[in-house]
């Protein structure tokens, strides 16, 4: 696609976000508070960036209300420890597709964006969202691991687990169980199993996975906000690694015109990773990392992921994504060297 007019697209967006009073990393320090265009749950600054599941499914069952149906949330099956797993679901267009949020407990913030996308997308009758609607179908699992959740851990509940990923008796590694290969009614992973259901019966074009990192400086010494990457398997199909790599460049550039520095990923190959997974399975897979910067940023990495979120959906509703040249992505710098924190720290040691 030309270039111009995804810079136009992805301005107006940028314009949404600097509606939420939100400044560039490197100036902002404490946040201002929302300003009256926000959406009611940034407005103020009373996002929560960690809700309980509780909290979870009062406001999911309070956006499916206030939309009239036009989000629908369905739950997909139960964690080991019985707390629920939601699907959320905007729109009936001909584009399906599925966002992942928090399969790792500890790696909260896509959960919130996700709320706030829902409430964007779903709540209102402009023609804008009207419009969204009808070209894309969104399906998001908010919190894919609630226990891990809960617990503050990386891993799912299992204190049984001698897991090959994982940890002994704490839980799965959820995201090295969606291997094509195992089925469902097998995974060990009992969260990844729902997720696999839940992926077939809605079969995505694009699948992107909300993740977080330690913190890394790229090779000025600006710090690297967010991290993408495509499949990196080589039997992923090449059609497949190409849209991949347009929903990567569309999510980047979105998240830098709000004032995101955005790298490449470094993930491995192996096929239980969501990012390899759902790429061999056919769709167009994407993993996004947001570093975690602290809780002074939260606010700001939250708005990061829901531009991503709503950048994606609306380049693909409008055909600008599958316009967009593949090879942009290559381009994306390279993520560079770690900068230790404590917080940064126990989030670095694992892939995604
Ligand atoms: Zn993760």
Same mark, same amino acid.
């Given at each position: ?13 940028? %314009? ?6 939100? =400044? ?13 265009? #926000? ?33 629908? *949330? ?28 928090? &399969?790792?407990?500890? +790696?909260?913030?896509?959960?919130? #964006?996700?709320?706030?996308? %829902?409430?964007?997308?779903? *709540? ?13 179908? /969104? ?14 851990? !990386?891993?799912?509940?299992?204190? +049984? ?38 992926? =077939? ?6 699948? /992107? ?16 906000? #967010? ?5 990196? !398997? ?9 849209? =991949? ?8 550039? #979105? ?7 955005? $790298? &490449? ?21 994407? %993993? ?7 809780? +002074? ?20 509703? $409008?055909?600008?994504?599958?316009? /967009?040249?593949?090879?942009? =992505? ?23």
């Amino acid at each position: 696609m030309r270039k111009s007019r995804l810079i136009v697209v992805l301005s107006a967006l940028a %314009l949404a976000v600097s509606s939420f009073g939100l =400044a560039h990393p490197a100036t902002a320090a404490p946040e201002t508070s929302g300003t009256t265009s #926000a959406p009611d749950t940034m407005r103020g600054g009373r996002i929560d960036p960690h809700p309980s599941t509780a909290e979870l499914t009062r406001e999911l069952q309070r956006l499916q209300w206030r939309s009239r149906g036009a989000v629908d *949330v369905s739950e997909i099956g139960r964690s080991n420890q019985n707390r629920p797993v939601w699907s959320a679901r905007v729109g009936n267009g001909p584009l399906r597709i599925m966002y992942v949020t928090q &399969q790792h407990g500890n +790696e909260p913030l896509g959960t919130p #964006a996700a709320l706030k996308f %829902l409430e964007t997308t779903g *709540v209102g009758q402009s023609a804008w969202q009207r419009w969204l609607r009808s070209r894309v179908t /969104v399906d998001i699992i908010v919190r894919a691991n609630p226990d891990g959740s809960e617990l503050n851990w !990386r891993y799912n509940y299992d204190p +049984e687990a001698d897991p090959e990923y994982g940890e002994a008796g704490k839980g799965y590694d959820i995201n090295r169980y969606h291997s094509p290969i195992l089925a469902p009614e097998d995974n060990p992973a009992t969260e990844a199993g729902l997720i696999q259901r839940h992926y =077939a019966e809605f079969e995505p074009d694009i699948m /992107v996975d909300y993740h977080m990192q330690g913190r890394y400086a790229d090779a000025d010494g600006e710090e690297i906000t #967010a991290s993408v990457m495509w499949p990196t !398997r080589p039997d992923v199909r090449a059609d497949m690694v190409r849209l =991949a790599k347009q929903v990567s460049v569309v999510a980047q550039r #979105a998240m830098d015109l709000a004032g995101a520095n955005v $790298s &490449q990923y470094p993930g491995g190959n192996y096929e239980g990773i969501a990012r390899n997974a759902y790429g061999l399975r056919g769709s167009g897979s994407v %993993l996004i990392e947001f570093s975690a910067m602290g809780p +002074e940023h939260d606010r700001q990495q939250i708005a990061s992921a829901w531009v991503s979120m709503i950048g994606i959906a609306q380049s693909g509703a $409008s055909g600008s994504l599958q316009r /967009v040249d593949p090879t942009w =992505a290559e381009r994306i710098p390279p993520r560079g060297e770690p900068i230790r924190t404590q917080a940064a720290s126990a989030l670095a040691s694992h892939g995604d």
